[in-house]
């Protein structure tokens, strides 16, 4: 079982080079999303899909840009990357909305990709 | 004030201590509540959910809901050094009009030494 995949699993950037973060589900799920989580802040969330075509800003959108044209794919364009932006990056999808299951309820996440901005 | 408050520790306890892990929160809104646990260098997993206030068992672990105090707890029972991770817990509404997209808490990095 795939659930979600991440690539790349490491980067590391110059200030101003732009990049693609790849994020990929098997399980059909509507909902898709991207959070950085860094040291004390925890998962702060991007952007968000709730269906192909469909997306919207999370807490922390400056400097990034989503699409989803298919369910299985939401990629994470940084435009401009800066120092800033160095994080560990979580991809996760879930059913949406959620049901009173475990398997509706569950948000299943990627292996994360760690990136430097220098 | 975050919607969702979790003390990030580090909490260190000795192997086979019972441990309590705590969030509150402010969104009278929230009715599923989740607790994931993350292993260094890892993603997040789904340990327990549980549906509007109560009590769960899970083998070692307890969910537990207090939505008049809008407080849930994990409690861990005979600890192993295999439970050093950090826990994070989750939330979201069910109600209509409200947001179906989680909350998580900062988690609480816990340390069980042998």
């Known amino acids: 079982n795939a659930g979600v995949t991440q690539t790349p699993k490491f980067q590391v950037l110059k200030t101003g080079q732009s990049m693609t973060l790849q994020c990929a589900q098997d399980?059909?799920?509507?909902?898709m999303s991207w959070y950085r989580q860094d040291p004390g802040m925890g998962l702060r969330l991007i952007h968000y899909?709730?269906?192909?075509?469909?997306?919207d800003q999370g807490e922390v959108p400056n400097g990034y840009n989503v699409s989803r044209s298919t369910t299985e794919d939401f990629p994470l364009r940084l435009l401009s990357a800066a120092p800033s932006q160095t994080s560990v990056y979580f991809c996760?999808?879930?059913?949406?909305?959620?049901?009173?299951?475990?398997?509706?309820?569950?948000?299943?996440f990627g292996e994360g990709s760690w990136l430097t901005v220098v | 004030q975050k919607e969702v408050e979790q003390d990030p520790g580090p909490l260190s306890v000795p192997e086979g201590a019972i441990v309590s892990l705590n969030c509150t929160y402010s969104?009278?809104?929230?009715?599923?509540f989740m607790w994931y646990r993350q292993y260094s260098r890892k993603g997040p997993e789904l340990l327990m959910y549980?549906?509007?206030?109560g009590n769960k068992e899970d083998g070692r672990f307890t969910a537990q809901v207090d939505k008049s105090s809008k407080y849930i707890s994990l409690f861990i029972r005979d600890s192993q050094p295999s439970d050093s991770a950090t826990y994070l817990c989750?939330?979201?509404?069910?109600?209509?009009?409200?947001?179906?997209?989680?909350?998580f808490g900062r988690g609480t990095s816990l340390i069980v030494h042998p």
């Open positions: 996760a999808s879930s059913t949406y909305p959620p049901t009173g299951t475990r398997a509706g309820n569950t948000i299943y």
């Open positions: 399980m059909n799920h509507e909902y």
């Open positions: 899909s709730v269906g192909a075509g469909i997306t």
């Open positions: 969104n009278s809104a929230f009715q599923y």
């Open positions: 549980t549906y509007s206030s």
């Open positions: 989750a939330m979201t509404s069910f109600a209509s009009g409200g947001s179906y997209i989680p909350t």
